[in-house]
């Protein structure tokens, strides 16, 4: 089972995902059997943010002096579930979900599904720095997305 931790640092996140508890937590109730650790506690933290947040996070940790859609903070560099039932930390930006601005609810939510996919997938190990590594993490997050779109009419 997955324990999902949610805090929101920015109100206009408030405007699109009423109980983003609930949400992100009946989200991962739909992830692939795989994905959900059954009988293992383990948890995670989404931190829901701004562009400006992000921005200082993405040039702290990765160098980088932009804003950016997600990042991913895994707790260990290499994940051991027998040692550690703790994750990691995504952190979403609220400007790169709401593009274009004023994105209406559903699609604003659909956003924000796939990106955390992403970021999930990201916190297990993967990445998308070779072509190979690319493919293969695109594959997972379409596989774990199409598993659960037929769902998401329950946590939007």
Known sequence: MINVDVVSENIL?????????????NLVKFFPKKYKFTGKKISLTIL?????????????????????????FPFEKKLDLKKNNYLGDIVISYEF??????????????????????????????????????KKMIKEEDKIYKLIKKKIIKIV
């Open 48 to 72: 829901l943010s701004d562009n400006k947040k992000i921005k200082k996070l993405n040039k702290d940790f990765r160098n980088r002096n932009k804003p950016t859609d997600v990042l991913s």
């Open 97 to 134: 979900m709401n593009k274009p601005k004023n994105l209406d609810i559903l699609k604003f939510k659909d956003k924000v599904i796939k990106i955390f996919i992403h970021g999930f997938l990201h916190l297990l190990g993967h990445d998308h720095i070779k072509l190979k590594d690319f």
């Open 13 to 25: 996140w408030n405007k699109k995902i009423k109980n983003k508890d609930i949400f992100f937590r």
